[in-house]
């Protein structure tokens, strides 16, 4: 059939294979700018901001559901051990759970190819290291009284607030980039985005370990609950979100800079990270400075994790969008409605983008199993494989 996007003869499905609007739809003259189909879930807009669904861009909607679910099971076990008085438990659970999360979903994903051990020993060792001596390191640029005071403002603000989020966001993304020197993760922008969001979260463990140290080690098994709740739920999702998201904005943008693509969007999601992760941490220590309430200050924290989660978003449909036209017609399986389809850069059935889809799922991984390796030729005479000679 002829797409009534994008005019091309496409195999007859819902979705176009080749630009992914669909069919019967709201006409685009220009599918790359459509809202309403996000390329990596089609059934969300590209502005809802869905966490799971951005940061996890290969897990097809049903997988995503899972994971989504062992994550509230993992803020229900913060919870439990909060109100049992367990707080230094709750606090190491709440700062390694989403980055464990991130770590099954690597091998979920299979993103590491056909190098899983370097890979992950590089995200994961390599980014808390760089989180531990970075966070060691920034600590003594702030001046002695401001280290222990509560309210931190001058010189001292602007450090904590704007000095050491732009460190970080200059140190966070270096396992990634070395990653990119293997030629395997050259190609993909949305290998910047998951590199970025793994590197983020693992440096952030070890920032959060090196930040909690002396509460760890000083604090009883068993203490008053308090009002602890409040730095339990920045621990355990507003903090890694923010650091996770920033990071895979800038790895996303030098992805696509690598692939000569020096676009608007590349520009805005360096700009976005970096005012975000200031703008966190800035008006965080604001609010502290003058005793606002911390449901205010997470809700401050809040609107800031997901404006980046917005903008990684359009940056990574933007970006499937644009990739999914280098990929020729070929049989593959969509791991998001599970079926196999004849398709170019899009599923006809759904609409997802086959280049967010598994690396396990995709034509190079289905070539190589046994069932479509042609059978020896036997000899003349000889007996066929299983049988007898005649």
């Not at 176009?16 to 059934?43: I, M, S, V, W, Y």
């Not at 509230?72 to 909060?82: E, I, K, R, S």
């Not at 966001?169 to 998951?194: C, H, Q, W, Y």
């Amino acid at each position: 059939m002829q797409c009534e996007h994008c005019g091309r003869e496409v195999p007859d499905g819902v979705f176009c294979t080749n630009c992914g609007a669909h069919q019967g739809g709201e006409l685009h003259p220009n599918p790359k700018l459509r809202q309403t189909n996000f390329a990596a879930h089609p059934g969300e807009h590209v502005f809802q901001p869905g966490i799971f669904t951005t940061i996890f861009p290969h897990l097809g909607h049903r997988k995503v559901h899972e994971f989504r679910w062992v994550f509230l099971g993992g803020l229900a076990g913060v919870f439990v051990l909060f109100f049992a008085g367990l707080i230094t438990a709750a606090l190491c659970v709440s700062v390694l759970l989403l980055p464990i999360l991130y770590m099954l979903y690597l091998y979920e994903a299979q993103v590491y190819k056909e190098e899983p051990l370097p890979v992950l020993v590089l995200i994961v060792l390599g980014s808390i290291g760089i989180g531990i001596g970075v966070t060691i390191g920034t600590d003594h640029l702030v001046t002695g009284s401001a280290k222990f005071a509560v309210a931190v403002t001058g010189s001292s603000l602007a450090t904590v607030g704007i000095l050491i989020p732009l460190i970080q966001e200059a140190a966070k993304p270096i396992t990634a980039l070395l990653l990119r020197t293997r030629p395997t993760f050259k190609t993909e922008s949305m290998d910047g985005l998951v590199f970025g969001v793994a590197a983020g979260l693992g440096f952030g463990v070890g920032e959060s370990f090196v930040r909690l140290a002396n509460v760890i080690t000083d604090l009883p098994v068993r203490s008053t609950p308090g009002t602890w709740i409040y730095p339990l739920i920045s621990t355990a999702v507003f903090l890694p979100l923010l650091q996770g998201t920033a990071t895979g904005l800038i790895c996303m943008a030098i992805w696509r800079f690598a692939r000569g693509k020096t676009d608007l969007i590349a520009l805005l999601a360096i700009a976005a990270a970096l005012g975000g992760h200031m703008a966190f941490s800035t008006v965080t220590q604001v609010f502290e400075n003058h005793g606002w309430q911390p449901g205010i200050i997470l809700a401050w924290q809040f609107l800031v994790d997901i404006a980046l989660i917005i903008l990684l978003r359009v940056a990574l449909h933007s970006a499937l969008l644009e990739e999914a036209a280098d990929m020729g017609v070929a049989d593959r399986f969509c791991s998001n409605c599970h079926q196999m389809v004849t398709a170019e850069g899009f599923c006809p059935s759904c609409g997802c983008a086959l280049n967010a889809v598994p690396y396990h799922t995709r034509p190079e991984a289905a070539t190589s199993a046994p069932a479509t390796t042609p059978a020896p030729v036997a000899p003349s005479g000889a007996a066929p494989a299983g049988g007898t000679a005649a």
